[in-house]
């Protein structure tokens, strides 16, 4: 099996939206390769990529964690993290 991992660096981050700035192009840039490289294999493997908007949603973790609990009644709200 193959391995691919993708580690960065940044200096000078002013708050949490210039990380997902950056990791939203990242993403943007990845599908736009798989997509413009990759068809035959996407093809063959039936798979259809997301196709993201012109921004791509984001939540902080309260947000998403309350959205859990209105949608399935599950109360994560007070935990430290997301469960799967």
Do not use: H
């Not at 200096?11 to 939203?24: G, H, L, N, P, T």
């Not at 192009?25 to 294999?41: A, P």
């Not at 993201?52 to 009644?73: D, H, N, S, V």
């Amino acid at each position: 099996s193959e391995y691919t991992s993708l580690d960065a660096e940044m200096a000078f981050i002013d708050s949490w939206q210039d990380i997902m700035d950056v990791c939203e192009t990242i993403v943007r840039n990845m599908l736009s390769l798989l997509k413009g490289k990759f068809t035959e294999e996407l093809k063959t493997l039936s798979a259809a990529l997301p196709e993201p908007g012109t921004k791509i949603p984001r939540l902080k973790m309260r947000e998403a964690q309350q959205i859990i609990f209105e949608r399935t009644g599950r109360d994560n709200r007070k935990e430290q993290d997301l469960t799967p």
